[in-house]
């Protein structure tokens, strides 16, 4: 697939992810592997996230939920780093049905269930920034727990998206570090970086004008419609190539 493409889905990855607030790896991560080995993906998505990242604080800082950054963060930078390890140590044959799987059931059990929620407290907070880490070092995505940690706090939209990319910042620098360390990328691909710090920023500021044009209680609805369509693209994906 031609290069034009993968900068055009990225971009909207991270319009998405920042209107969603659940940032762009779960969007980026199935579509790039279109394009990529799981490896590279994993690489070009912490790469993506730390632009990413930089680009919300700048548009978003001032709406941090400085607690909810403390007690999701420490435990997230904390289990990314496993999960970073674990993948590069282990053969994941079955990468893209995992993820599929995850994310179609984690939205169509919010999308028919709304009003289940999470209790707002400290030890939820913390095990599931745990587990979100986790997932993120491990299969390159884990904001979808993140938010719906973040959600049980039932924060207003902006807080939302500038607390979890609070989170992520320190969550995907270590990724990144431990994936590159480990030479996920090949030298081949180092020239889509610059265009990765191009599209966070376009995408992060599409993203907030499209964000402040959303009504609160259909931000929850919208956030959930987008992981069950990528979920759905990931799991025929893998469902083709098993059939081949």
Do not use: C
């Amino acid at each position: 697939m031609p290069p034009i493409l993968f900068f055009l889905l990225a971009l909207l990855s991270e319009v998405v992810g920042t209107v969603a607030g659940f940032g762009s790896s779960v969007f980026f991560v199935p579509l790039a592997g279109l394009f990529f080995d799981f490896h590279t993906v994993l690489a070009l998505t912490s790469i993506l996230h730390v632009f990413s990242n930089a680009a919300k604080l700048v548009f978003f800082g001032r709406h941090i939920e400085w607690r909810l950054l403390v007690l999701l963060g420490l435990p997230s930078i904390a289990a990314v780093i496993i999960g970073a390890y674990l993948s590069a140590r282990l053969e994941f044959k079955f990468t893209e049905l995992i993820l599929g799987l995850f994310l179609i059931s984690f939205s169509v059990f919010f999308l028919v269930r709304p009003r289940v929620k999470l209790s707002p407290t400290a030890l939820n907070a913390i095990a599931g920034g745990g587990i979100a880490g986790f997932l993120a070092g491990l299969i390159g995505t884990g904001g979808a727990i993140r938010g719906l940690v973040l959600a049980a706090f039932d924060l207003e939209k902006n807080i939302f998206v500038a607390t979890s990319a609070a989170i992520d910042s320190g969550v995907d620098f270590s990724r990144m570090i431990v994936y590159l360390g480990n030479n996920f990328l090949g030298r081949d691909s180092y020239w889509y970086v610059p265009g990765l710090f191009v599209i966070a920023f376009a995408g992060s500021y599409a993203g907030k004008v499209l964000l402040s044009r959303i009504e609160q209680k259909n931000f929850r609805r919208i956030a959930l419609g987008f992981v069950l369509f990528v979920g759905l693209i990931t799991l025929g994906r893998f469902l083709q190539q098993i059939t081949r």
